[in-house]
């Protein structure tokens, strides 16, 4: 996995509730927990941010996924993110779009814009972006 120049807030903690930005079928989703690292302190809960690989319930959408496990992507996120040329990038909601085990995306096009931290990453998901801001 390749590395961020860019300062990510961590701020989405487990129990936090995340728009599904793709087709796939799910609405809502609910963070389990971080994929993935650890939280750094003992008993600390693992926080997340853009970019990071979730475990998620769903908790509305289509039956199919519906109270179903699923992992995801999280591509916005409210809490301001720094980036190296000094510039604060910041979204109107926190949203995140499902994927497989492989890190290639459920759903074939994104709803809205996407952080380019993400794309640097997972270079597959750029494909189903409509903006990568």
């Given at each position: 996995?390749?590395?961020?120049?860019?300062?990510i807030?961590?701020?989405?903690?487990?129990?936090?509730?995340?728009?599904?930005?793709?087709?796939?079928?799910?609405?809502?989703?609910?963070?389990i927990?971080?994929?993935?690292?650890?939280?750094?302190r003992?008993?600390?809960?693992?926080?997340?941010?853009?970019?990071?690989?979730?475990?998620?319930?769903?908790k509305?959408?289509?039956?199919?996924y519906?109270?179903?496990?699923?992992?995801?992507?999280?591509?916005?996120?409210?809490?301001?993110?720094?980036?190296a040329?000094?510039?604060?990038?910041?979204?109107e909601?926190?949203a995140?779009?499902?994927?497989?085990?492989?890190n290639?995306?459920?759903?074939t096009?994104?709803k809205?814009?996407?952080?380019?931290?993400?794309?640097d990453?997972?270079i597959?998901l750029?494909g189903?972006?409509?903006?990568?801001?």
């Amino acid at each position: 996995m390749k590395g961020l120049s860019t300062y990510i807030s961590k701020t989405l903690v487990p129990g936090s509730v995340l728009t599904c930005a793709d087709n796939s079928g799910a609405k809502t989703l609910m963070i389990i927990n971080k994929l993935g690292g650890k939280a750094g302190r003992h008993r600390r809960m693992a926080a997340s941010g853009i970019g990071d690989v979730v475990i998620a319930s769903v908790k509305s959408g289509s039956q199919a996924y519906i109270k179903k496990k699923v992992r995801a992507v999280i591509i916005r996120q409210k809490s301001p993110i720094r980036r190296a040329n000094g510039m604060h990038v910041k979204f109107e909601d926190n949203a995140a779009i499902l994927i497989n085990d492989v890190n290639l995306a459920i759903g074939t096009e994104v709803k809205g814009a996407m952080a380019r931290e993400v794309v640097d990453r997972y270079i597959k998901l750029a494909g189903i972006a409509s903006r990568v801001v």
